[in-house]
């Protein structure tokens, strides 16, 4: 490292706004402590340069010693046991182009012109067509988890770009306001189907969560929409091999049976309504072989080692044609990203948005219930320094803008927020509030 490239704590406290003494604390109590775990969610990343931070963030485990040992951790998010319970087979794609998630609504508007070296496409050196088709199954990603709504909302709106999209879901989410045919799915009470995945433990469990109701009014569960569109294909014989969603329900649990010994007959686990078991291995370290014969158990880096300095993102640095303020580094050096503090746009809007999950809702699952609604509002947190230059009070129904849009919302004072920061509560789907209006991402790119 050389000396133009140190980044004191005094250069981090400019940044954070934490004191540089408390930075060389928490360095000195992290490489002191033995075991450190070091662990990080679903969020460092979720910005411009993000990968970057998180890659940071692994280095921290790296340095100290963390990694392969009880207690430690690889600086990445918490693991689970799930038991070889067979799933549901899938066919085989025959299309091996793929793209970032992100850049499907580019890929609606400009998708001949993306490249692998510009845009990431794999499989292919870039895309033939773009996308003409959406098929969207329980998830409400189409409008509200995207930045740019209002671009997205208007990509979406436009039949010429996008000709059909397909909604299958049990609420009307904002997803579904964009669907040229909404397909009204089962929900969880409506029919037969194991419920599968722990996280963060060393046991893993399958719960049978058998139908409560008849479905309702039209509703179809996936597997018999699916059959119907097999059938007229003239594929059904392929998709259902002869069986109903129960038969495969059983027969999935009888392969389940060979491969896990403990589970009861098909019958007694109706009865009993779950089954759990912990990991026969015990409490799971992740890289503890490497660590104890790292030439016996290589890691699937290049080298087989741990990587610091990454000789392929070095390589696509060198070759891929980024946007300005876009860092690809072999090392996990900082990159702001664009729009940051520090970007000239701040003199015209000198807040700094950041978005969070709430604890009202689990994205929005739970998003309609009245209770929590009135409980958790939706509310613009911003610090009383802020408000007051502003003649922002608590409670206030507060205009936020910038350059893409604007929303309106109440606000929250708080010294919870530090100043020349605000942030609110993602709202994905909650049909009463306008998808284009409500969340952070009407405002952020």
């Given amino acids: 490292m050389t000396t133009a490239s140190r980044k004191p704590?005094?250069?981090?406290?400019?940044?954070?706004?934490?004191?540089?003494?408390?930075?060389?604390?928490?360095?000195?109590?992290?490489?002191?402590?033995?075991?450190?775990?070091?662990?990080?969610?679903?969020?460092?990343?979720?910005?411009?340069?993000?990968?970057?931070?998180?890659?940071?963030?692994?280095?921290?485990?790296?340095?100290?010693?963390?990694?392969?040992?009880?207690?430690?951790?690889?600086?990445?998010r918490e693991g689970s046991y799930s038991l070889p319970f067979v799933r549901m087979p899938t066919l085989e794609n025959p299309v091996k182009t793929s793209i970032s998630m992100f850049l499907w609504t580019d890929a609606i508007w400009r998708g001949p012109e993306m490249t692998a070296k510009r845009d990431g496409v794999r499989g292919?050196?870039?895309?033939?067509?773009?996308?003409?088709?959406?098929?969207?199954?329980?998830?409400?990603?189409?409008?509200?988890?995207?930045?740019?709504?209002?671009?997205?909302?208007d990509i979406l709106q436009d039949e010429q770009q996008c000709e059909m999209i397909v909604v299958i879901d049990n609420h009307m989410t904002s997803s579904a306001k964009y669907a040229d045919l909404i397909?009204?799915?089962?929900?969880?009470?409506?029919?037969?189907?194991?419920?599968?995945?722990?996280?963060?433990?060393n046991m893993g469990y399958v719960i049978f969560a058998n139908q409560a109701i008849k479905p309702r009014f039209e509703c179809k569960t996936i597997y018999d929409m699916?059959?119907?569109?097999?059938?007229?294909?003239?594929?059904?014989?392929?998709?259902?091999?002869?069986?109903?969603?129960?038969q495969w329900l059983r027969h999935l649990y009888q392969q389940s049976r060979d491969r896990i010994p403990g589970l009861p007959s098909f019958e007694q686990f109706l009865a009993q309504g779950i089954y759990k078991q912990?990991?026969?291995?015990?409490?799971?370290?992740?890289?503890?072989?490497?660590?104890?014969?790292?030439?016996?158990?290589?890691?699937?880096?290049?080298?087989?080692?741990?990587?610091?300095?990454?000789?392929?993102?070095?390589?696509?640095?060198?070759?891929?044609?980024?946007?300005?303020?876009?860092?690809?580094?072999?090392?996990?050096?900082?990159?702001?990203?664009?729009?940051?503090?520090d970007d000239p746009l701040a003199g015209q809007y000198p807040l700094q948005l950041t978005g969070f999950h709430y604890k009202a809702r689990t994205h929005s699952t739970y998003g309609n219930v009245d209770v929590l609604q009135a409980a958790c509002r939706q509310e613009m947190w911003i610090n009383p320094l802020d408000a007051k230059q502003r003649g922002i009070n608590h409670g206030d129904l507060i205009r936020v803008f910038n350059q893409r849009g604007e929303v309106r919302i109440n606000a929250k004072v708080t010294p919870r927020m530090r100043p020349a920061w605000w942030r609110?509560?993602?709202?994905?789907?909650?049909?009463?509030?306008?998808?284009?209006?409500?969340?952070?991402?009407?405002?952020?790119?």
């Avoid at 070091?38 to 969020?43: E, N, S, T």
């Avoid at 292919?124 to 709504?149: E, M, R």
């Avoid at 397909?183 to 433990?201: I, Y």
């Fill in 9 to 76: 704590p005094a250069w981090a406290e400019k940044i954070t706004g934490i004191p540089a003494a408390r930075i060389i604390k928490l360095a000195r109590e992290i490489g002191s402590s033995k075991p450190a775990y070091i662990c990080q969610g679903w969020g460092p990343q979720r910005h411009a340069n993000g990968e970057i931070t998180t890659r940071a963030i692994a280095m921290l485990a790296i340095l100290t010693g963390n990694v392969g040992i009880n207690g430690g951790n690889s600086g990445a």
């Fill in 226 to 246: 699916t059959s119907e569109i097999a059938r007229r294909m003239g594929v059904e014989q392929q998709f259902t091999e002869g069986r109903s969603q129960e």
């Fill in 124 to 153: 292919k050196d870039k895309l033939d067509v773009p996308i003409k088709f959406i098929w969207n199954y329980a998830g409400n990603c189409l409008i509200n988890q995207h930045s740019d709504i209002n671009r997205t909302h």
């Fill in 183 to 201: 397909l009204p799915d089962c929900t969880a009470s409506e029919q037969m189907d194991f419920c599968l995945d722990a996280s963060s433990g």
């Fill in 278 to 341: 912990r990991d026969p291995d015990g409490h799971h370290v992740a890289y503890r072989a490497f660590r104890a014969d790292p030439q016996a158990n290589p890691l699937t880096t290049p080298s087989g080692k741990i990587e610091i300095y990454s000789a392929a993102l070095a390589d696509l640095a060198a070759n891929w044609e980024l946007a300005k303020d876009d860092v690809i580094h072999p090392l996990p050096v900082y990159a702001a990203g664009f729009e940051n503090y």
């Fill in 424 to 445: 609110w509560a993602r709202v994905p789907g909650i049909p009463r509030m306008a998808a284009v209006s409500i969340t952070p991402a009407a405002l952020t790119y």
